[in-house]
């Protein structure tokens, strides 16, 4: 009392209701705000505290008031606050949905064609071909030359749901924001969000944030303006270091047999009528083949129902949540098994953009982590509940084990990954004395379902070792530097920003190439506004350094490949030697044979194709990527051989034909090849499609096969089995021999991927 208003902000209308009836039960007196449009007197007058959700705040016709008109709040909560903070970048947020708003996604791409040709044409063709996979980016100066033709065409939709929320935020400084596009949507996104529109947050005496993952959490300096030292020092409680009990199990690592569609196969067919099992996955692909199993797949409309069905004992069948690792609880018999399938996907496209471009960066690794992190604390909700988690999938593997990316969770993740690295040896070891793989993974979820003590003494044991005093792999000075460049570029002080920024490369010389490129972007786009005159050869800098960056108007070239004095065994030995162990090496490849498959993102399937090349002797490139021109993939094989590749990984089964289009794509890329390389040189030239079908009003310029689902998997079954027979050397010590034993044991010459992995065009008769 008598410290103003109180509000307490939860990320969605079902939690408002749980917090809702929890005042109750502590006799909290309090009102609930959901569909109305008047606040309280009592909240108002102080009396009681008001419960409402991120999006009644959050947005520009907030009933809460926008900037200096905004009502004052003495004290303010978010609830589960990386939810809310999504909310808040979303309220800034313009998201265009092609297939609501047709008319205005085809106007704004447009408007900026032949800016988007200029980045890449084969890009820009997957894009009219409603490819959502390919991410493009407006670059910053056609952005800022059209900014009044983009005005007026979005103010022609500003009573619409998708501009509505969001306009009176962003009209007055559209420049300040950067447009992503893909086949299905385009995003209008800011540089850097103003937090100073709502008033009632920056200006509160007291600022709460709630979080089960808020240690290390270094987002809230660059996104809400927090100090570092309230970053640096969270209010904990010192006495509970860890709570509840957590069976982290990754099967794969009991036996390979265990992949993704074992264990979820298995499951499905289990019963488990005493509890629920509940499958969170990143994307819509994934939560298909759950369906296709029997599995209840969720969404916005209908979770909170759903998860409402588990907590009344309905656990007949898996509950399938889509890529949402927070703000839904699961507590008790709601979910005593918790898969997490596969590594998270990024929903906005500006952290998509920037993961593609910085996917080292210690920011986006944290994300990734956060998120992970979040969907492992669904299941576990007191300090008495207990949970078996399952991770599957091998990018997801991959990012929990590697020592690279495990430093990223906290020190209680950590020690729960390494309790389940312990249980999976033990059950590893069942496996090799004869047991079935999957009764081995049964019998060690039993351990922790059966509540068998020799487990509940051996977990607690463990977490009871964990420090009190962890320590930030996060640098605090970095963030706070990056958030005052971008004030300085919010109240239009560019020249402020471009010297700040200048300072920061010069300071930091030993940044990798792909961090050093995006800051030396970041200052090509400040120089636009000071002096066009510079900013080319700044993003070329750029653009040379980390080539997933814009492309720059003028001055890129391309550099033949060829092999001079190296060969091939030598380049795998180069590549064998990237790796600490033979263990970190599968976890590697399996990730990029995981990822070269149908119905896979194709950014990612191409970079794994352009890996596998180099793992098994080739000189390995992506011109398309590198200079906006030429094939997907391009491997130099030997001195004058090459094998170029067109991929349309993410064409549906169900397509009985390549089109036209896509066949004068391929076309292209051959004459850019002849037109680089000569025609005197020995080329493979395929194109992987799920069809050898060419429609009747499609032609090759030149010989060209087709690599299929069937082939496609018989290539990565040659290369597993390279990959095993590499096992018992030592990586560093293998000898060119036997290197090249292997290499002809397996068919991994470029005449058996024509013969053995591809088939022949089959063109249509009308």
């Known amino acids: 009392m008598g410290k103003g208003p109180c509000l307490y902000v939860c990320p969605n209308k079902y939690l408002v209701n749980q917090v809702h009836r929890e005042a109750e039960k502590f006799g909290i007196q309090h009102e609930v705000l959901l569909d109305e449009r008047e606040l309280p007197s009592s909240f108002q007058s102080s009396e009681k505290i008001l419960i409402t959700h991120a999006h009644k705040v959050f947005n520009g016709k907030s009933i809460f008031g926008i900037g200096n008109r905004s009502c004052k709040v003495g004290t303010i909560i978010l609830d589960d606050a990386h939810t809310c903070i999504d909310v808040i970048k979303d309220s800034f947020t313009i998201k265009i949905s092609r297939k609501t708003y047709n008319k205005l996604f085809d106007d704004i791409i447009n408007l900026f064609e032949e800016d988007l040709r200029e980045q890449g044409k084969g890009s820009f063709l997957d894009l009219k071909e409603e490819d959502y996979s390919t991410l493009m980016v407006v670059p910053y100066w056609a952005w800022y030359d059209k900014k009044s033709e983009v005005l007026s065409i979005l103010s022609q939709y500003k009573d619409d749901s998708c501009i509505k929320y969001s306009w009176d935020l962003i009209k007055d400084s559209l420049e300040k924001y950067i447009c992503f596009i893909t086949g299905n949507r385009i995003e209008i996104s800011p540089y850097s969000i103003d937090t100073k529109k709502f008033g009632l947050f920056t200006n509160s005496s007291h600022r709460i944030l709630m979080s089960a993952t808020t240690q290390d959490d270094a987002f809230f300096i660059k996104g809400l303006d927090f100090s570092v030292d309230a970053v640096k020092n969270p209010l904990i409680n010192n006495n509970q270091i860890w709570s509840g009990e957590k069976m982290l199990i990754l099967p794969q690592l009991v036996d390979d047999s265990l992949d993704q569609k074992l264990v979820v196969t298995r499951l499905m067919r289990a019963k488990h009528d005493g509890f629920g099992i509940v499958s969170i996955v990143p994307n819509t692909k994934k939560a298909d083949y759950y369906s296709k199993q029997g599995g209840i797949i969720t969404n916005s409309n209908n979770i909170f129902k759903e998860i409402d069905k588990l907590k009344k004992g309905e656990f ?80 997801i593997v991959k990012f929990m084990r590697s020592i690279e990316t495990r430093k990223y969770f906290s020190e209680q993740t950590r020690k729960q990954i390494d309790i389940g690295l312990d249980i999976s040896e033990l059950a590893k070891d069942d496996v090799k004395n004869g047991e079935e793989p999957f009764k081995s993974l049964v019998g060690l979820i039993n351990q922790c379902l059966g509540r068998v003590d020799d487990w509940k003494m051996f977990y607690t044991s463990k977490m009871n070792g964990l420090s009190k005093n962890e320590q930030s792999l996060i640098d605090y000075t970095v963030l706070e530097k990056e958030r005052n460049i971008e004030k300085y570029f919010l109240q239009e002080e560019y020249e402020k920003a471009y010297a700040l920024t200048q300072e920061f490369i010069d300071e930091n010389t030993e940044m990798n190439d792909c961090d050093k490129g995006w800051y030396l972007q970041q200052l090509a786009r400040y120089s636009y506004y000071i002096d066009k005159s510079k900013f080319n050869d700044l993003q070329k800098a750029a653009f040379k350094l980390n080539n997933e960056l814009l492309k720059p108007k003028v001055g890129i070239s391309y550099s033949k490949v060829s092999y001079i004095n190296i060969n091939r065994t030598t380049k795998i030995k180069e590549f064998l030697n990237g790796f600490k162990s033979y263990g970190e090496l599968v976890l590697t490849i399996n990730e990029l044979l995981d990822n070269l498959s149908f119905g896979v993102n194709s950014d990612k399937f191409e970079a794994s194709l352009q890996k596998i090349g180099e793992f098994i002797g080739f000189i390995s490139e992506r011109p398309d990527k590198q200079i906006k021109k030429g094939p997907d993939n391009l491997w130099c094989c030997s001195n004058n051989e090459y094998m170029i590749f067109e991929c349309k990984n993410e064409i549906e089964d169900k397509r009985s034909s390549i089109k036209k289009s896509e066949a004068s794509q391929m076309n292209s890329h051959c004459g850019w090849f002849d037109s680089v390389y000569g025609k005197d040189v020995n080329v493979y030239r395929f194109m992987i499609i799920p069809t050898k079908n060419l429609e009747y009003a499609g032609d090759f310029t030149h010989k060209v096969r087709i690599i299929r689902k069937g082939k496609l998997k018989k290539f990565k079954g040659a290369i597993k089995e390279f990959l095993k027979e590499l096992s018992p050397f030592e990586l560093h010590n293998i000898t060119d021999e036997k290197i090249q034993e292997l290499i002809d044991n397996n068919q991994l010459y470029p005449q058996n991927i024509e013969q053995l992995y591809s088939d022949d065009v089959y063109q249509e008769i009308k």
């Open 316 to 395: 007949n069948k898996i509950l399938v949540v889509n890529n949402r690792y927070d703000g839904i609880d699961l507590p008790d018999e709601t979910c005593r098994i918790l898969i997490i399938d596969s590594k998270p996907y990024f929903e906005n496209l500006c952290d998509r953009y920037e993961e593609l471009c910085r996917p080292d960066s210690d920011i986006i690794n944290k994300k990734i982590a956060q998120q992970i992190e979040q969907g492992l604390g669904r299941g576990v909700r007191g300090e008495k509940d207990f949970c078996v988690i399952l991770i599957i999938g091998n990018d």
